[in-house]
């Protein structure tokens, strides 16, 4: 069967691989349809995330796929041909977060398309646990279900509130995500950007925007639309230095401020800013099992929303060069979906 196999740093190619044989006990096979493509692709590719040891790898995280076969044991509500989402998640059970509930910060945790082979392949077999069957019929805005189960992790870390100020850095699909979950919880919304098309998104999906130009002219602004105090929640969705500074500064005294973008910029920030506000900083990684589902559920009801996120869309052998363009041309591409769809 047909497979993109990231062979080494900045190289991918299409491979013929064995199909997975027989579904073992509690596994499933599916089809995937539609692969989203995102930041911890890119990072993954160009060699960012590991030692070289990590390739080859398939990589693919975001999936939207059908069930092609069960293994003996699965959980009732699965059955083939059915529309799923795939939770990219195992955990080891064992490790200090494991233990206290919250398996998705395991120590030893599995993500398919980093450290398991994921969904740029045509058959793929996983743990039913990680599959999520979906009335949403289209593959490409089931895929979604992943980037909006981050969102949905930094929305509950965070636990706006329906009357609280939200402010985000980063309108990415990410920050996207984030800015329409709180949008439903009744939370008034600043996005925050320097991309005029993303920061376009946003307003459409409810929030109101700020282009992003000198930090002290955006801490300032920012402050003021929350009410002149500062803001009760601020999430950084970019992993940018010089946005994680102003999210501290613009959050209010016992506010609360949520990292959830990935990068691996140091950060510095005066300690007696935490101190003197004593602001609860968080960070947001993967989602729980739970959490997922109610990805799952929040694509089945907002799909036409998330659908504007994706901007472009490939098929399996032009992966490489989905993945080249989006990294060329950050401005205008939002999401890149792979797959016949
Ligand atoms: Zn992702
Ligand atoms: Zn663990």
């Known amino acids: 069967m047909r497979a993109v196999v990231t062979t080494q740093r900045r190289r991918m190619e299409l491979a013929d691989v064995p199909e997975p044989g027989e579904p073992g006990v509690g596994e499933v096979i599916v089809r995937p349809r539609a692969v989203g493509i995102c930041g911890s692709d890119f990072h993954f590719l160009l060699g960012e995330l590991g030692d070289g040891s990590e390739f080859p790898r398939i990589q693919g995280h975001e999936v939207g796929a059908t069930v092609e076969a069960l293994g003996p044991g699965c959980r009732d509500g699965l059955a083939v041909g059915d529309a799923v989402a795939l939770w990219p998640l195992s955990e080891c059970g064992r490790c200090y977060p494991c233990r206290i509930g919250r398996p998705n910060v395991c120590d030893n945790f599995s993500l398919i398309g980093i450290h398991v082979d994921g969904g740029l ?14 009335s949403e019929p289209n593959p490409a805005l089931a895929s979604m279900a992943e980037p909006v189960s981050i969102a949905v992790r930094a929305v509950h870390r965070a636990a706006i509130e329906s009357s609280e100020h939200l402010v985000v850095f980063g309108a990415g699909p990410i920050g996207q995500a984030v800015c329409l979950l709180a949008r439903e919880r009744g939370a008034s919304v600043l996005l925050i950007d320097p991309v005029a098309s993303r920061l376009e998104l946003g307003s459409q999906t409810g929030a109101e925007v700020l282009a992003w130009s000198e930090p002290e002219e955006v801490v300032a602004a920012a402050r003021e639309w929350s009410g002149g ?49 004593e602001l609860d900083v968080l960070g947001a990684s993967c ?23 994706i901007t472009h869309r490939f098929p399996l052998e032009d992966t490489a060069q989905a993945i080249e363009h989006a990294i060329e041309n950050p401005a205008e591409t939002m999401k890149v979906v792979i797959g016949d769809v």
């Open 121 to 134: 392949q045509e058959l793929l077999a996983l743990p039913d646990s990680q599959v999520f069957a979906t």
């Open 229 to 277: 105090e500062g803001s009760e929640v601020v999430v950084d969705a970019t992993g940018a230095p010089a946005a994680i500074r102003a999210a501290v500064d613009v959050a209010v005294s016992a506010g609360r401020v949520v990292l959830v973008g990935i990068s691996a910029h140091e950060v510095s920030l005066p300690a007696f800013g935490f101190v003197d506000k």
């Open 287 to 309: 989602c729980q099992a739970a959490e997922f589902g109610e990805a799952v559920a929040f694509v089945e009801q907002h799909g036409a929303a998330l659908e504007r996120l």
